[in-house]
């Protein structure tokens, strides 16, 4: 999903298929009408189970927004949707998946950079809590389909994030409470309900983008572009699930941001 962005700030949001000869995006959502207000600075969106899109967070008309927005193929419009629970956030690392539903981790405000993940249900427009977790150590709570609260071990911003597989999801890179670029990663076990380190990055990145694909049955994160603190870049990491190993992939042919 394309969300907004763009100097001056854009109001245009965009489902786009990656194998749109197998999977098309449906007609009734090729055209989505313009977004309520314009919007920038990492907000997340993602297609619903339900067939709809959502988009929440995020730079909404400049200041940072804890809105949620759920379009209608029906009518062709936006309507504003639970807010996020905890609270007004931009910055933060997305990703959705059928299983998940939309996940937004980190992130910032005006004050405070953020380590939680909040999430909107698959089955459900209503954002969820779960109780502040530690990060280290068996959670006491089981993964349920409707879950928000999960602490991981920093505060992050720009993040990259990916729900890998409907049994972990993926965290890494980012920027630091301090501001520097990270190669920290971590994944969530969905099973045993608790975090665990994964191998580090090859290299610091912020603002980098991410994704799932398969080689030979073997899941692979995608880790592409971004920033590492002193100039923008253009190489691309994949990391095994079943390996934990990082690997170096062809690049894009253009920085990425």
Not at 7 to 16: A, C, G, K, Q, T
Not at 115 to 143: L, N, R
Not at 232 to 251: D, H, P, Q
Request: with cysteine; hydrophobic share 35%; net charge negative.
């Amino acid at each position: 999903m394309l969300i907004g962005g763009g100097d001056p700030h854009s109001d245009f949001v965009e489902l786009i298929s990656l194998d749109p000869d197998k999977v098309p995006v449906p007609g009734c959502l090729k055209d989505l009408s313009s977004f309520p207000m314009t919007i920038k600075d990492g907000a997340g969106g993602a297609l619903l189970p339900d067939g709809h899109p959502i988009v929440c967070g995020g730079k909404q008309n400049i200041e940072i927004s804890e809105q949620c927005w759920k379009y209608s193929p029906l009518n062709d419009t936006w309507h504003r949707v639970d807010d996020m629970k905890l609270g007004a956030r931009a910055g933060f690392g997305w990703a959705s998946s059928d299983e998940f539903g939309l996940l937004m981790a980190g992130g910032y405000d005006d004050l405070n950079r953020y380590g939680t993940i909040e999430a909107v249900g698959p089955h459900s427009k209503h954002m969820s809590i779960w109780p502040q977790m530690p990060y280290k150590g068996t959670f006491a709570k089981k993964f349920t389909n409707n879950f928000t609260k999960l602490q991981f071990n920093f505060p992050a911003y720009w993040l990259c994030m990916a729900a890998a597989d409907n049994a972990h999801i993926f965290i890494g890179g980012g920027r630091s409470e301090t501001s520097e670029a990270t190669n920290e990663a971590y994944l969530y076990n969905v099973k045993y309900s608790m975090w665990m380190p994964a191998q580090m990055l090859t290299a610091r990145r912020s603002l980098s983008c991410g994704g799932i694909t398969s080689v030979e049955g073997d899941g692979e994160v995608i880790v592409a572009g971004g920033h590492d603190g002193s100039g923008f870049l253009n190489n691309t990491e994949l990391y095994s699930l079943t390996e934990g190993t990082w690997r170096t992939g062809k690049g894009p042919n253009e920085l990425l941001l």
